[in-house]
């Protein structure tokens, strides 16, 4: 085979080769190069040593085995020119303390306290008084409170029994505000008093008002989102997060301006986490699942900044705030000064470099099930569009308004980390393993896709997964790409 032919098969299939390379390649090397699941940029002569030391029968193996360490690793990536920053903001940090009764009603308080300060911004509330101070002899009172108990009459109208920290009151309201409010929620409500009751005119969550600018940033970067990985799981879609690492690391004109990768948490498929996880998962040992995630990640070019979150599925406890994976079951990542290792929640800042940043709320999003499941309402917009349920939690402005639900798993903490207390650019959930994008008054929503494929426990429940789908948020224009692998 002529050299101008080898270097013609090897552009074909997206390579460089330098002259001193070529001069050393064989035409059985080029078989080897088609068999490397993800080609390299530029073969250099190194690279071609490396080939002569290997079968082509040995390398067929080692393509084909799907455990092998060294699966994800790039022999060859693009430069970016331009450097990323990340930073978060007010982070939760697990501290050692008596996790009791006490700790949770601090929680709640806290939690009622930054509902109320939300809700005071809007212009209706301002005159709002404390349930004590409520007496049938006035026209009309504005209170505050939150939601204990939810009635339902026969006629369809509801009657709530609402309190804050002064007392409690009953509110009667019709359809239009009952059908939307949910226990534990935090709401303002307007109505003529009765006896220890109030007739609702009026009902106000706190509301995303209407932004006055859209944040951009001045450099055209991307920021990636993608979620549930599940590592250690047989159903893991190694040959989609392959050719999502060979993209990354080509000179695609996107793909050289990536800076951020945001991984909403299930980065490993965990052990233990349902009945029968054992006869799906590749192994036991969850070090051993996350060696895999390290491998993954630092095949990622390491000028893009990469922000992990657990999920239910990872090896921290599930109650949210969750901490962020320990160092220890991922040392080689932890190294690595581009692996940010986050809380579930957490907010972080992109691309703070002078300017303004992207402001990003990141969550896993166990809660969604329970919220759907409570409001009858919220699940028929969840039918058409997961980010509706995305957009409810922001007019909430709570990431898991319910405390009750059997998705809500929340830890007592001294403050609450869940509320959203700040309007975000970007809000991202995984958990769902759907993808949908949309966005709502400025926000770009994302329900981050997965890279596992259907379980059999998600064949019987009838979710069918959307996997392989990243969305690809603009920093400077605020568009959305979606790019399927
Ligand atoms: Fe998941
Ligand atoms: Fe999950």
């Not at 029968?57 to 994800?72: A, M, V």
């Not at 509301?207 to 599940?230: M, Q, R």
């Not at 405390?403 to 809000?427: C, H, M, Q, V, W």
Request: net charge positive; with cysteine; hydrophobic share 35%.
């Amino acid at each position: 085979m002529k050299p101008q032919e080898i270097v013609l098969e090897l552009t074909n299939l997206g390579c460089l080769v330098e002259k001193d390379a070529l001069s050393l390649m064989k035409e059985e090397d080029l078989f080897k190069i088609k068999e490397l699941s993800v080609k390299p940029l530029l073969i250099n002569s190194e690279l071609v040593q490396n080939l002569h030391n290997i079968s082509l029968e040995q390398l067929q193996n080692k393509t084909n085995s799907e455990s092998e360490r060294s699966e994800f690793k790039i022999i060859a990536r693009t430069k970016r020119t331009l450097e990323g920053k990340v930073e978060f903001e007010n982070p939760y940090v697990s501290t050692p303390k008596k996790r009791d009764v006490a700790l949770f009603v601090k929680q709640f308080n806290d939690r009622f306290d930054q509902m109320k300060t939300l809700l005071l911004k809007r212009r209706e509330l301002k005159n709002a008084i404390s349930i004590a101070n409520v007496n049938s002899n006035q026209k009309e009172v504005t209170i505050i409170a939150m939601v204990d108990k939810i009635y339902k009459t026969r006629k369809e109208k509801y009657i709530l029994t609402v309190e804050d920290i002064t007392g409690t009151i009953k509110v009667y309201c019709s359809p239009k505000y009952g059908d939307r409010i949910c226990e534990d929620d935090v709401i303002g409500f307007i109505g003529k008093p009765g006896d220890g009751i109030i007739f609702a005119r009026d009902v106000l969550w706190p509301e995303i008002p209407l932004p006055s600018h859209i944040n951009a940033t001045k450099d055209e970067v991307y920021a990636a989102f993608i979620s549930d990985l599940h590592f250690g799981s047989k159903q893991i879609l190694t040959k989609k997060l392959k050719k999502f690492l060979t993209w990354i690391n080509s000179n695609h004109k996107i793909a050289e301006k990536v800076l951020y990768i945001c991984v909403t948490g299930d980065l490993v498929d965990g052990v233990g986490k349902y009945p029968g996880q054992d006869k799906n998962l590749k192994y036991k040992d969850i070090y051993r699942q996350y060696d895999d995630l390290s491998n993954f990640v630092s095949s990622i070019p390491e000028n893009i900044q990469i922000v992990l979150l657990p999920g239910d599925h990872d090896v921290v406890r599930m109650a949210e705030p969750q901490p962020p994976i320990p160092k220890k079951y991922i040392p080689e990542l932890s190294q690595l000064n581009n692996v940010h290792l986050a809380p579930n929640p957490c907010y972080v800042n992109l691309h703070g470099m002078g300017g303004t940043p992207i402001s990003v709320l990141l969550n896993h999003g166990y809660y969604y099930h329970g919220h759907i499941d409570a409001l009858p309402e919220v699940r028929k917009q969840a039918e058409e569009n997961p980010t509706k349920v995305m957009v409810d939690l922001l007019r909430r402005r709570h990431l898991a308004p319910i405390y009750g639900t059997r998705s809500t798993l929340i830890a007592p903490e001294d403050k609450d980390y869940l509320t959203i207390n700040k309007i975000p650019d970007i809000f991202s959930l995984g958990h769902l393993h759907s993808f949908a994008y949309s966005n709502y008054k400025g926000i770009n929503l994302i329900c981050a896709s997965t890279f596992q494929a259907e379980t059999d426990f998600q064949r019987r429940i009838g979710h069918v997964p959307d996997p392989g789908k990243v969305a690809l948020i603009n920093l400077k224009t605020r568009e959305a790409i979606l790019k399927a692998f």
